[in-house]
């Protein structure tokens, strides 16, 4: 079960992850209705017919299309009847339906949830953000024991979408040199991890870690401290979390938004904003943040104490509107500036639940002033752009890999199309609405 404090403890616990405190001891195997049905599906072949595709390659949609996946691979796609659909095929209906290239979550904790090793949590959790169309996810908050994760679910014995594992946080405070900071580098290189996460606030330290992950090949990501700064951040090409550096500076002058935002786009810097987890932070009102997709999904005892320490936030902290606002106008203007966005739901957490938090997310960029079109291609197309991963998945086509969402409605006309899924495919394992929903009761209850 999630607490407040466990989540106060987070990164003291990926610290001892990282320094060899910690481990992943995955109990007996289990039997998981979701595992097997994956199992079992994605080497089957299946149809969706008459489906209407939103290739998002670009701003357009294919009506009446038939797509045959087989191998959990997009194996063929073109006009009802000019597609010959394989005998034994299973066969989706997917007349008035919208078929899109599977989420990306860019900013997801995969951890033990109670700061241990419970692999159960871990589960819950992978389930959760399956059941809401995200197919693949970037682990931001990397701890050794994900590595086993990862493979767990690349051979089928774990359920969950494919993951990009950021490296264990490197810290001024826990790493006291720069040589010390590379030799982190090139072990999580050495690991496995996909890409370094930077929370150093000593320059130096800094400046070492982003030469060591170019000498290693590794992206880097993360914070802005004050001492690093948003100018120094945007030169050595960092990937930037939750608009840091960016909102100290503008709220110090605005006028100086425009510039920084020429100088991201010059940079060719990648942003994922996290304006949902801000949002609910900062909300208000018990009501609205009480009404977030998934929260009801939620046990009430624990949804009691959500909003009884949101309560005693409140009172403790003044009102952070103007922050927000500031921050949908970063957004907004890094949007229009052409530079590239990410969707990330910095879940769980409270009132964030897994996936749902991802949709939330979406909902958030779209009130910011990002159009549909824009939202959905940061949550899918993008994402694969950023892991120069184009050619595997981030859109509809013959030959990449078959993360898909079968949609009720067109989501380039309403982003909360997204909500309404008929059902999911997952590295070609169909999932079906009805499966998808009785999970989502069942780990969302276990999970918090």
């Known amino acids: 079960m999630l607490t407040r404090s466990h989540w106060i403890c987070t990164l003291a616990v990926a610290i001892s992850w990282a320094t060899g405190l910690g481990g992943w001891a995955h109990g007996d195997e289990r039997s998981d209705p979701l595992l097997d049905r994956f199992n079992r599906g994605s080497h089957s072949v299946t149809a969706f017919e008459d489906v209407i595709v939103v290739p998002m390659d670009s701003k357009r949609v294919l009506p009446h299309q038939t797509v045959i996946i087989r191998s959990g691979r997009i194996f063929a796609m073109g006009r009802t009847g000019e597609i010959d659909i394989p005998e034994g095929a299973e066969r989706i209906d997917g007349r008035d339906k919208y078929l899109v290239p599977g989420l990306v979550d860019m900013h997801f904790h995969l951890f033990p949830a109670d700061g241990g090793t419970d692999p159960e949590s871990v589960d819950h959790a992978l389930a959760l953000?399956?059941?809401?169309?995200?197919?693949?996810?970037?682990?931001?908050?990397?701890s050794p024991n994900?590595?086993?994760?990862?493979?767990?679910?690349?051979?089928?014995?774990t359920f969950g979408p494919t993951l990009y594992l950021a490296s264990p946080p490197l810290h001024s405070k826990e790493t006291p040199t720069p040589a010390r900071v590379r030799e982190l580098v090139y072990?999580?290189?050495?690991?496995?991890?996909?890409?370094?996460?930077?929370?150093?606030?000593?320059?130096?330290?800094y400046d070492s870690a982003v030469v060591a992950a170019r000498e290693v090949g590794l992206p880097i990501f993360g914070h802005v401290g004050a001492a690093i700064g948003i100018e120094h951040a945007l030169e050595v090409g960092q990937?930037?979390?939750?608009?840091?550096?960016?909102?100290?500076?503008?709220?110090?002058?605005?006028?100086?938004?425009?510039?920084?935002?020429?100088?991201?786009?010059?940079?060719?810097?990648?942003?994922c904003p996290t304006q949902f987890f801000h949002e609910c932070l900062y909300s208000r009102d018990l009501a609205k943040v009480g009404s977030y997709a998934g929260v009801s999904l939620v046990r009430q005892s624990v949804r009691d104490e959500w909003n009884r320490q949101k309560t005693e936030a409140i009172g403790k902290h003044a009102d952070k509107e103007a922050e927000l606002a500031t921050r949908r106008r970063i957004i907004k203007a890094l949007r229009d500036g052409g530079v590239r966005l990410l969707v990330g739901s910095d879940s769980p957490g409270d009132f964030r639940v897994p996936g749902f938090a991802m949709v939330e997310e979406m909902r958030s960029l779209h009130r910011a002033g990002m159009t549909p079109y824009e939202v959905l291609d940061s949550a899918t197309r993008l994402p694969a752009d950023y892991f120069s991963a184009l050619r595997e998945f981030g859109t509809v086509e013959v030959g990449k890999r078959a993360d898909l969402i079968l949609l009720n409605a067109n989501p380039l006309q309403?982003?909360?199309?997204?909500?309404?899924?008929?059902?999911?495919?997952?590295?070609?394992?169909?999932?079906?609405?009805?499966?998808?929903?009785?999970?989502?009761?069942?780990?969302?209850?276990?999970?918090?």
């Open 239 to 271: 990937s930037i979390e939750h608009l840091d550096g960016y909102v100290r500076v503008v709220e110090e002058d605005l006028k100086r938004l425009a510039g920084l935002v020429r100088a991201t786009r010059r940079a060719n810097v990648w942003n």
């Open 187 to 205: 072990q999580y290189k050495t690991d496995g991890f996909d890409l370094i996460k930077l929370v150093l606030k000593d320059r130096t330290d």
């Open 414 to 448: 309403d982003i909360d199309a997204v909500l309404d899924q008929a059902g999911v495919m997952l590295r070609g394992a169909w999932l079906p609405r009805s499966v998808l929903d009785d999970a989502a009761k069942r780990h969302a209850a276990a999970l918090f």
């Open 146 to 157: 994900h590595l086993e994760i990862r493979d767990r679910i690349r051979t089928g014995k």
């Open 129 to 142: 953000i399956v059941a809401n169309g995200v197919t693949s996810a970037r682990s931001t908050l990397g």
